[in-house]
């Protein structure tokens, strides 16, 4: 079993004027309770990519249909295809079934790339605590194409939500045409 243990060391955080200061014994208490939800949630985050990547492993492997056990295994299910290889190759197959067009290819596109940067924020960020007019929050510091910083709200954490549960609705729907193509038509009016 592990136990959790706590440090008495000092912790300073920014305040909204730019200035350091340190945060008392209470202050402390309020980030790691904040810290505990931080990662909570990011565990929900990185495991919910995880499933979408098996996810559009299952879906290469009904539309290829390969017998070869050597190709399921090196090539749909393997670390070396990476999320975004896989992304690609998920709208080659949309170019050949039609199934996405206009708005809903479009926002198809945009949350495949917010679900990656998300996971990716989330797995190589650096977290900390920010104050502003006396309230404590947590922001984290990543770079995507540059420095970024994004504060980690209630409002934050919906959306990231709903770019998961959006993705992984259409990736399952993609997955049941492609499985039953008699079923487009049917299964068509449900993608967004």
């Known amino acids: 079993m592990i136990r959790k243990i706590t440090l008495s060391a000092s912790t300073s955080f920014e305040r909204d004027d730019n200035s350091i200061k340190t945060i008392s014994p209470d202050e402390i208490e ?91 924020m989330l797995a190589h960020g650096d977290f900390n605590a920010k104050s502003v007019k006396g309230k404590l929050f947590i922001e984290v510091s990543y770079y995507s194409g540059g420095h970024k910083k994004m504060t980690l709200d209630d409002e934050r954490w919906e959306k990231i939500k709903q770019s998961h549960s959006f993705l992984s609705k259409q990736i399952n729907l993609f997955h049941l045409v492609v499985r039953h193509p008699h079923m487009k038509d049917e299964l068509h009016e449900q993608f967004d």
Do not use: C
Request: net charge positive; aromatic share 16%.
């Open 30 to 120: 309020t980030f790691r309770s904040m810290m505990e939800i931080v990662g909570h949630n990011t565990a929900q985050v990185i495991n919910g990519f995880a499933h979408i990547n098996k996810n559009l492993s299952w879906l290469f492997m009904s539309y290829y249909r390969p017998e070869n056990r050597l190709l399921k295994e090196q090539v749909f299910h393997a670390d070396f295809m990476s999320f975004d290889a896989k992304r690609k190759l998920f709208f080659v197959i949309n170019d050949d079934l039609k199934l996405f067009e206009g708005k809903l290819l479009k926002d198809t596109k945009e949350e495949f790339f917010r679900v990656m940067r998300h996971r990716n």
